[in-house]
């Protein structure tokens, strides 16, 4: 029997996220990367994590620019906030 005791109406919280940091790449070479990304919120504490693929056509596109991770990644998660409004 779990512990925990359910209770209505539950609690929202709010947080502000607004740093991340690229944890883990995978890469099938000339094919597909997979990018595991944490998200930190304005107090650099962990909040949550994020994971991302990367198809062929985009993989292709990040050649050797490191960069190019970072820049795509924010982007991602862009789109995550416009789609939440």
């Known amino acids: 029997m779990s512990d925990l005791n359910l209770f209505y109406p539950p609690i929202s919280k709010s947080v502000k996220v607004n740093q991340f940091k690229i944890v883990d ?3 099938k070479l000339f094919e597909s990367a997979k990018i595991i990304v944490f998200l930190y919120d304005m107090n650099d504490s962990y909040y949550d994590a994020r994971y991302y693929e990367l198809t062929t056509d985009v993989y292709l596109q990040w050649s050797s620019d490191d960069s ?9 998660l862009q789109e995550e906030c ?4």
Do not use: W
């Open 82 to 85: 416009d789609n939440n409004t």
């Open 68 to 76: 190019f991770l970072t820049k795509y990644v924010k982007m991602k």
């Open 25 to 27: 790449v995978k890469i």
